[in-house]
């Protein structure tokens, strides 16, 4: 079993930046991506920003997507030793308001290394206000 602990949302005035954070713990043979997901009141959820696990060395990189809406606003980091995967937000906007949610793409067992699965935060509410 995988877990994913979320932190870092809260309330900031417009223009203002917050960083969120999600570790994930548990069984875990490998991370093929991590990933943050949003959801507005009344709008689908959409993916934010996501970063794959690159090679196999620990200091390779991954490639990283980012919403049209957030480029060059947000930026995707992970930290491969902690299993962790941060979105720094800046110059936020109210439509940057919704429930972030984080998403790993893991492979929780070696002996069956085929097998992978997607895992979900609780989410973490990120409100955008003056």
């Known amino acids: 079993q995988v877990q994913l602990v979320e932190s870092g949302g809260g309330l900031v005035q417009p223009g203002g930046s917050l960083r969120l954070s999600c570790a994930a713990s548990g069984s875990i043979f490998s991370i093929n991506s991590m990933g943050w997901y949003r959801q507005a009141p009344g709008k689908q959820r959409e993916l934010v920003a996501s970063i794959t696990s690159g090679g196999i060395t620990d200091t390779s990189e991954g490639s990283t997507y980012y919403a049209d809406s957030v480029k060059g606003r947000f930026a995707i980091s992970r930290d491969k030793e902690k299993n962790t995967v941060y979105l720094q937000m800046n110059s936020l906007k109210p439509e940057d308001t919704a429930v972030y949610v984080c998403?790993?793409?893991?492979?929780?067992?070696?002996?069956?290394?085929?097998?992978?699965?997607?895992?979900w935060g609780q989410g973490t509410q990120v409100t955008v206000s003056s």
């Open positions: 998403n790993v793409n893991a492979v929780p067992n070696k002996s069956t290394w085929w097998q992978e699965f997607d895992y």
